[in-house]
């Protein structure tokens, strides 16, 4: 059973959030990674889960994540890169995943797989790729609590901002105020201070940044950066 207790109460669609990305940290030293991304103004800690087929490339598990999770106190927004997030679901809540994010091009039933994430106790976030039409997401827009839109084709870190993505950050802030919610738009792709704020602009509050905050001589003054974007 996963822990009821969030350590940060999720903000509002309206707050600026800096989630660094573990991809890019330096694995040898996981607990003390999260601790500096902590200590440098971190609000949420982003994790990558890549299984080798939904995208070509295979990061790390639900150790990783209990690990951090058992380690340091962060918000845990996981990411799901897999064929088959319905399947994997019950281990990453097990493993303390505060908000779990699928994709909906994933093979799973979407609906089902959202209404399991939140019955978990958990936040559910679905997310698109680049390719994906933004129409695709909105039968689940009331479903959900962030709407992840990838500004990179997922599947490796370091890769060039997608600046074709903005139509659709635009639309999803449309969508989300015509409709009267309140889920979070988040960006993951070459997010650094410059990009950040383009994505503001368009509507997007949850920056994932991964090269451009743990590589960075200063991690503290890139968050500051891309949060003041």
Do not use: Y
Request: charged letters at 20%; a negative charge.
């Amino acid at each position: 059973m996963r822990r009821i207790f969030c350590p940060v109460i999720p903000p509002t669609c309206r707050d600026r959030v800096i989630s660094p990305s573990l991809l890019a940290a330096d694995f040898s030293r996981v607990r003390d990674e999260v601790t500096r991304a902590i200590t440098a103004g971190s609000d949420w800690m982003h994790l990558d889960i890549m299984d080798g087929h939904f995208v070509d490339n295979i990061s790390f598990g639900p150790a990783m994540v209990q690990t951090v999770h058992e380690t340091n106190d962060i918000f845990l927004d996981v990411h799901l890169m897999v064929s088959r997030p319905d399947h994997f679901l019950p281990r990453f809540v097990s493993a303390g995943a505060d908000l779990i994010t699928v994709h909906v091009e994933a093979e799973h039933d979407v609906a089902d797989t959202l209404k399991k994430i939140r019955a978990a106790g958990c936040l559910a976030g679905l997310a698109l790729n680049p390719a994906t039409p933004i129409e695709d997401v909105r039968p689940f827009l009331n479903e959900i609590d962030l709407l992840l839109c990838m500004t990179v084709v997922p599947g490796f870190g370091g890769q060039a901002f997608m600046p074709e993505v903005l139509p659709k950050i635009e639309t999803a802030a449309r969508w989300r105020e015509e409709l009267g919610l309140a889920f979070h738009i988040e960006v993951d792709g070459g997010i650094d201070a410059k990009t950040a704020g383009i994505c503001g602009q368009a509507g997007a509050n949850v920056f994932v940044a991964g090269s451009s905050t743990f590589k960075a001589p200063d991690m503290a003054a890139a968050i500051l950066a891309i949060r003041e974007a």
